[in-house]
Structure formats: C-alpha cells, structure tokens
C-alpha cells in the first residue's frame, strides 16, 4: 500500500528554516519564519501567560475532556475581543480549533459541506496554506487582485473588480488585518466598499483575523472584521492566539459562525461540533483556558494589553528605521512603504532572482516572494538589510 504514495511537494517555510540553520556564517540574517522575535532574537513567553500557567497548575484538578466545542468560556472570551458588541453573541456559533490553521480548515470543510461547488476568492497572493488546504479539499479557488508590487500598497480597484465576479454561494476570503504576506492593509473606507460587493453580490465573507494587536491596535484591527460581521447575512471567522499570546506551540484558535438569523445557530453550532468530532474530536485546551484566564482577570489583561502594545510599538518602530535607511541610501523614498504596512510582514515586490541573491551573497533569508518578517529584525541588522537590498539591485 505505502508503495502508492506520491511525495508532496516540500513547505517553502520550512525548507527556508532548514536552510537556514544549515549555514555556517555568522552574520546570517533569518526574515523567512513567521513568528515574533524580541530585539535579543527570542521568542518570549508572555508575563501574563507565565502567570495564569502558574495559577493554572496550582488550581487545575482534572485533565478531563471539555466539549467537542471546546470551553464555552474561552468562546465568550474571544468572541468579545474580536466582535465586541458589534453582533448579538446569541448569533455567533463558535468552536475551539487547533490554532488559526486549525480554523481556516474548519471553515473550509464547511462550506464544503453547505455547497461542495462552492468558489473562494482568494487575494493575490495570500499565505500559502490556505491554497494549500483548498487545493487538497479540491475546492475551487479563483484569485483576486489584492498587492500592488510597484507601490507597495493594495491595487484596491483591481480587488473591487475582481470581487465582484463573485456570486451568491462562494466565498471570500479575507485578511482581517495585518495582511500576510504583503503587510498591506485596507482602510476603513475601503472595508465599507467590500461589504457593499458583498451585499450585491450576496457571497459569503470569511474572515482570517491572526494579527490582532500586532497592527494599529487591538480595536482598530478589529474594525474591518466588525464591520462586514455586522453588515452581511452571513459570515465565518477565523481566530487565532499564536501571535498576539505568543501561544505559537498550544495550538489555539476558534472559528465562528455568524448568521443574522438566530434560528440558524443552533444548526451552526451542531456542524461546528460535527467537524470537530470528525477530525480530532476534543479540541485542545491548555492555551484556550490560558487565554481565558488573562482575558478574563483584570490585572492579567491588563498586563497582556501592555506588553502586547509593546511589541506592537517595536515592530512600527522598526518598519520606520528600515524605510528611513533605505531612503538615507538610495536618496529615494520608493520604500516609504513599509513604514506604511502593519503587522509582522511586508512584501518587497523583489524578484525571485533578487530574493536568491540576498541568500547567497548576504545570508539574509526570506521567503522566495519577498516576503520578509520585520520582527526578525533589530538595531544593528537594519542597516544591514538596508545595504544589501540596494546591493543586490532592489
């Protein structure tokens, strides 16, 4: 049997990582993974997730299963820090996932199930393992028009357009913030513009929300996604914990279901129970209690907010030194850009050729796309980056 197997094709990312650690020069420069790093090059274990972990291992007294849904109390939580009060919480079936990845599969397998001929519209580019999950569900995906590789910025008319082409029964698919790869986000005015396509064209939005907190702020990332949940019939959302808990390894994450129609949400609720069962049944619940804890205590949520925003600030501060380095080089300001996207990434809009030659001759590695994590960065490797993008011809 194992015989009939057919080698899949290797994770970029990984093949990147490994890439990495495998060379021997000092002075290597890793942008390719994607997770928060400190100015120190760590990954921190947050102050308030260190603490609700210590309180959680003094007063936890039985590993039993939760529900196939998950701790109804950690879907309250998040429910209220991505929404708010911008929908009625009696219309929002949620479930528990294995991260935000874990959400987006979930969330695929559903509208799979409500119309196996249903399309996704999907921006250009996107991260890659929602094409990678679609293309193994064999769900259709059509591509539509999102970064704009000469300014840096989102070709919004050329996204408008594409979108409408959509009709009732697909899906669209969208960055809630902090838009990976690119970094390039939309504003609120853009967001409204959205919703009126949806609306016409009566498709159906999911929303990917991995970056909350890590762009202009934990409510102002949070708009857009509020605004299309509260303005269409129907909406999914995906969550995830990984980055603004730094909980990457607890695998934590929640998908939503929004109808308007509160009849609708006990169906909902059954299917996301459904799915859970058929693919892994009890979803993990160490970083969702973890999570629950911190939203829920005052002191714990207040010190999170705190040191979430900090991160925040160094990842804008950073973007800023690279675009002003890159401006005091070139006597240009063709990468004002960067200072402009938010969250960890930003796309370059370099060429294949150009991203390899930053490998080979610099030891600076980033994704074959361009896409480079501005957290992977610190004061001393800016100028660095700066020299060798203008060196390579960028």
């Known amino acids: 049997m194992f015989e009939n197997l057919k080698a899949q094709p290797a994770d970029k990312i990984l093949a990147l990582m490994q890439m990495y650690k495998n060379d021997p020069r000092p002075s290597k420069i890793d942008l390719g993974v994607g997770v928060y790093k400190n100015p120190q090059g760590l990954t921190p274990v947050m102050r308030a997730v260190k603490a609700a972990e210590q309180e959680l291992w003094k007063t936890q007294d039985t590993k039993t299963y939760v529900g196939l849904a998950g701790d109804p109390g950690f879907s309250d939580a998040l429910i209220d820090l991505v929404l708010g009060d911008a929908v009625d919480r009696d219309l929002v079936a949620a479930a528990a996932t294995p991260g935000g990845t874990g959400a987006c599969r979930q969330a695929f397998e559903l509208v799979r199930m409500a119309d196996k001929d249903a399309r996704v519209f999907v921006s250009d580019p996107t991260w890659p393992n929602h094409l990678s999950i679609l293309s193994y569900l064999g769900m259709q995906v059509v591509n539509y028009r999102y970064f704009d590789d000469e300014t840096g910025g989102v070709d919004f008319d050329g996204m408008i357009e594409d979108l409408k082409s959509a009709k009732s029964g697909d899906v669209v698919l969208l960055h809630g913030c902090c838009h990976n790869p690119t970094g390039a986000n939309l504003n609120l005015s853009e967001w409204q513009a959205v919703v009126d396509v949806l609306r016409d064209t009566g498709a159906v939005p999911m929303i990917d929300i991995a970056y909350q907190g890590f762009g202009d702020g934990l409510e102002e990332d949070a708009a857009g996604t509020r605004l299309v949940a509260s303005s269409v019939p129907e909406c999914l959302i995906a969550a995830s914990c990984s980055k603004n ?17 509160p009849d609708a949400r006990k169906l909902n609720q059954d299917t996301l129970a459904f799915l859970n069962r058929q693919n892994f049944s009890f979803p993990p ?16 949520r207040t010190d999170w907010k705190a040191e979430l925003e900090d991160v925040r600030l160094t990842m804008l501060d950073l973007r800023q030194q690279l675009a002003d380095e890159l401006q005091k080089l070139s ?10 996207h938010r969250g960890m990434f930003s796309r370059l809009g370099a060429a294949p050729d150009k991203v390899e030659a930053l490998r080979t001759e610099h030891g600076i590695y980033m994704v074959g796309d361009s896409r480079m994590n501005i957290a992977g960065l610190n004061g001393e490797t800016v100028p660095i980056l700066a020299k060798a993008i203008l060196d390579v011809g960028i």
């Open 285 to 300: 619940d160490h970083g969702a209690r973890v999570v629950t804890m911190i939203l829920q205590d005052e002191a714990l």
């Open 245 to 261: 808990f730094g909980i990457y390894r607890e695998r934590t994450g929640l998908l939503m279901a929004i109808s308007q129609d």
């Open 331 to 340: 006597g240009s300001d063709r990468f004002g850009f960067l200072a402009q």
